[in-house]
């Protein structure tokens, strides 16, 4: 019978509270699913260039670098150095340089290592709490670009996924995470300003690009 004026037709859409709480639940079994399969990497002792940070910061290698630059690998300053005392063979180039503009990742590792002298795993943990902003901002994009339930499957594959196992062990390599997460927001902003253009929204894409390639 089709419905009338006094018979509304009859709905089997689940109640906004309920899909929110439903949403709200799937997403902290996916943190807590996530974080506890990376938790092996997150009791992982120092890797590779771990070492080179630890001993930059506590003086132990004397490289003269500061807070911003600890990602600056091989200089004209320190080359020579570092062939003498076998960091680097020999036969490296005379001009050699490996330097990466990562001015934040390398202010957190240095305040880190000062503060945290030794405690690896409060460092991870540090790293955790990154790759759990990842998929949260990640998952406010998918959010933006696909259905309520296709979103929440994506989220889920991307933070399951077993490249963040690399990044949460290896301190040096939180600098992926982190360039993740500001410029998942920034992708945002930059839709939200596509869509309503409002300048406001340019301009915080603008800074979180920024943030994103630091």
């Given at each position: 019978m089709p419905p009338t004026d006094r018979q509304p037709a009859e709905t089997h859409e689940t109640p906004v509270p309920r899909r929110r709480s439903r949403r709200a639940w799937a997403l902290a079994l996916t943190l807590a699913v996530g974080a506890l399969a990376l938790l092996p990497a997150v009791r992982a002792p120092y890797i590779l260039d771990d070492y080179l940070h630890a001993a930059i910061v506590d003086g132990r290698f004397r490289a003269g670098r500061g807070p911003l630059d600890l990602y600056d690998f091989v200089t004209d300053g320190n080359r020579a150095a570092m062939v003498e005392q076998g960091l680097l063979p020999w036969w490296s180039h005379p001009r050699l340089t490996i330097r990466f503009h990562r001015p934040?990742?390398?202010?957190?590792?240095?305040?880190?290592?000062?503060?945290?002298?030794?405690?690896?795993?409060?460092?991870?943990?540090?790293?955790?709490?990154?790759?759990?902003?990842?998929?949260?901002?990640?998952?406010?994009?998918?959010?933006?670009?696909?259905?309520?339930?296709?979103?929440?499957?994506?989220?889920?594959?991307f933070a399951l996924g077993q490249w963040h196992v690399a990044p949460v062990a290896w301190l040096a390599n939180r600098e992926v995470l982190m360039s993740l997460v500001f410029g998942a927001l920034a992708l945002g902003a930059l839709l939200r300003w596509r869509d309503e253009g409002r300048v406001r929204d340019a301009l915080l894409s603008t800074g979180l690009f920024a943030a994103a390639a630091a």
């Open positions: 934040l990742a390398s202010l957190l590792r240095f305040a880190e290592e000062r503060l945290l002298t030794g405690r690896t795993l409060a460092m991870h943990l540090h790293s955790l709490l990154w790759w759990a902003a990842a998929v949260l901002a990640v998952r406010a994009l998918f959010r933006r670009l696909l259905s309520p339930r296709v979103a929440a499957l994506a989220t889920a594959m």
